[in-house]
């Protein structure tokens, strides 16, 4: 099956088990991800806003221009990665998606990630880098290359993961924001590294 017969299976699937009615019922429609699906990039942030809402598309809000101002600088375009959330609908008000949300997604955004099979998983903020990497802070991890074995259902898959802090988190944080573009300048570099090993 070719990639994109699978990922249209796979938002059909989703709407099918409906794996948060809670959130389905409050939100406008299923945010299921945005670019390209040969992409060596997946971004993975926490859950559609407002405006992801509305559109149906991923990071379209002020975080997402900021996404896109931090790609422009690394000669990258959105139609050059893929992005996607860990939480397909909207919490309402824009809080924090909840534990069982998040479990209730992700092994929808496993087989996402296993369609894609990108060189290289970046997860923006901590409740993503979470998902994958559950022992680590984002205060220490940020920026850092980590090649994970990811147990899932009695399978294995190798990850790279390279955690960085939110883009909305950055935008109401000067510190946090220097942090986040510097490591988001070494991108091209850790993706060549592993394009060549
Ligand atoms: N924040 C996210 O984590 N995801 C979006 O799609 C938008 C804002």
């Given at each position: 099956m070719e990639k994109e017969e699978e990922l249209n299976n796979l938002r059909l699937q989703i709407e099918r088990d409906n794996p948060s009615p809670e959130l389905k019922e409050q939100a406008t429609q299923l945010v299921f991800g945005d670019g390209s699906?040969?992409?060596d990039i997946l971004f993975i942030g926490e859950a559609p806003g407002k405006k992801e809402d509305i559109?149906?598309?991923?990071?379209?809000?002020r975080a997402g221009k900021f996404l896109n101002e931090m790609l422009e600088k690394i000669?990258?375009?959105?139609?050059d990665v893929y992005i996607t959330n860990i939480v397909k609908y909207r919490p309402l008000n824009n809080r924090d998606p909840l534990n069982n949300e998040k479990q209730a997604f992700l092994p929808y955004l496993i087989k996402q990630i296993n369609i894609i099979k990108p060189r290289l998983i970046i997860t923006l903020g901590r409740h993503s880098m979470n998902c994958f990497?559950?022992?680590?802070r984002i205060s220490e991890a940020h920026g850092k290359l980590t090649n994970t074995l990811y147990k899932y259902e009695d399978k294995e898959y190798e990850y790279n993961i390279l955690p960085l802090f939110h883009p909305a988190a950055a935008i109401y944080n000067q510190s946090l924001k220097g942090s986040l573009v510097e490591d988001f300048l070494t991108i091209p570099k850790i993706l060549s590294e592993l394009t060549t090993k």
């Open positions: 699906i040969d992409a559109s149906g598309t991923p990071f379209v809000g000669n990258l375009s959105r139609e990497l559950p022992e680590h």
